[in-house]
């Protein structure tokens, strides 16, 4: 809600980037995460909040 009043409610850059923009940034961190697995995790957000949350802890916490 917060962002929406801070935008008057429109689509920031990001969002007007549209699909494609979408497609090559994804495939670009995907093919970060393949180059360099142990220092960069692909994380499944479709899960609810708590569990997105557990699996970031999983692989943030032996590093803190």
């Known amino acids: 809600q917060a962002r ?3 935008t008057g409610g429109g689509a ?3 969002e007007r980037a549209g699909d ?10 995907l ?4 180059e360099d697995p142990g ?3 692909i994380i499944d957000a479709s899960p609810a ?3 997105v949350a557990s699996a970031i802890w999983k692989y943030l916490k032996p590093s803190i």
């Open 4 to 6: 929406e009043k801070a």
């Open 12 to 14: 920031d850059r990001f």
């Open 20 to 29: 494609g923009f979408h497609r090559r940034l994804r495939e670009g961190f």
């Open 31 to 34: 093919a970060m995460a393949a």
């Open 39 to 41: 220092r960069i995790k």
């Open 49 to 51: 909040p708590e569990e």
